[in-house]
């Protein structure tokens, strides 16, 4: 057991763990957080608590953050806003198809980094050195997909909450159409795709339990025993772990899949006495 709290460096961005270790900053204080530049200002958006899992490896918090590092802050923030503008100006008068979809500045080493998305390979050399002059800095360029480019933008997914990738996914897994029709979802990429026009990710969320479902309840169109009478099974749902059987009658029944297997129909018949 451990503690562990979570801040962001924007505001309904992603999370970020960390080891409180001897500091106990409230929700909304503005703490320190260890980069590979040096600390960065976040904000707390999660109090310290103890969680029962061990949880080794977190950076530990560096404590709040004072007037000089929000000064600084602050400072990097106008930074990123006059390179964004430059940016876009720049990129628009060398006529390149690239948009442009954050930006980071990183105090220590001087140096601009802009990540932007594009439909091929942008020859940006000449662009590179614009910007270097223009924002008398070192500038590096990261192309990015679309994967990323909706992570770094944030947004509201179908489900109607913040995407999963701009809060707390750190990394893309594979998600294949096969997981959809495992969960008889309709293959329509206008409902199955997210808001950067790939598979969601939450396709992968709930797939292992439709395929231990799959091997536990009975397939489709078999031949089972209900409490109502034999029938044939016709429907499946998963979440509710029920089962739809049209009775041998005619009329239709849904009931717990328990009900209608064989392992659950010995052990009554076993104990029923």
């Given at each position: 057991m451990g503690m562990v709290m979570a801040v962001s460096f924007t505001r309904y961005g992603r999370l970020y763990y960390l080891d409180p270790g001897q500091h106990t900053p409230r929700v909304g204080d503005r703490v320190l957080v260890p980069t590979e530049y040096g600390p960065e200002v976040a904000e707390c958006v999660w109090a310290p608590q103890y969680v029962t899992d061990d949880l080794d490896g977190l950076p530990v918090c560096e404590g709040p953050a004072?007037?000089?590092?929000?000064?600084?802050?602050?400072?990097?923030?106008?930074?990123?806003?006059?390179?964004?503008?430059?940016?876009k100006k720049l990129i628009r008068q060398h006529g390149l198809p690239m948009k442009v979809i954050g930006i980071d500045y990183l105090n220590e080493a001087n140096t601009y980094r802009l990540y932007f998305s594009a439909p091929g390979r942008v020859d940006f050399r000449a662009l590179v050195k614009d910007l270097a002059r223009g924002m008398q800095a070192r500038v590096e360029l990261r192309q990015i997909g679309p994967?990323?480019?909706?992570?770094?933008?944030?947004g509201i997914g179908p489900c109607g909450r913040d995407l999963c990738c701009a809060t707390f996914l750190k990394d893309f897994e594979p998600v294949t159409v096969r997981m959809a029709k495992d969960q008889d979802l309709p293959v329509n990429p206008l409902r199955i795709s997210g808001a950067c026009g790939r598979l969601m990710c939450c396709l992968k969320?709930?797939?292992?339990?439709?395929?231990?479902?799959?091997?536990?309840?009975?397939?489709?169109?078999?031949e089972?025993?209900?409490?109502?009478?034999?029938?044939?099974v016709v429907g499946l749902n998963v979440p509710s772990d029920q089962v739809t059987v049209r009775l041998d009658s005619g009329r239709r029944c849904s009931c717990p899949s328990a009900s209608v297997c064989s392992p659950r129909q010995q052990h009554d018949e076993r104990y029923s006495d």
């Open positions: 004072t007037d000089e590092h929000l000064a600084r802050d602050e400072a990097n923030r106008i930074r990123r806003a006059e390179g964004k503008a430059i940016a994967r990323d480019e909706a992570r770094l933008q944030g969320y709930e797939h292992p339990l439709y395929q231990e479902a799959r091997e536990r309840m009975p397939s489709m169109g078999a089972v025993a209900t409490p109502e009478g034999p029938g044939r």
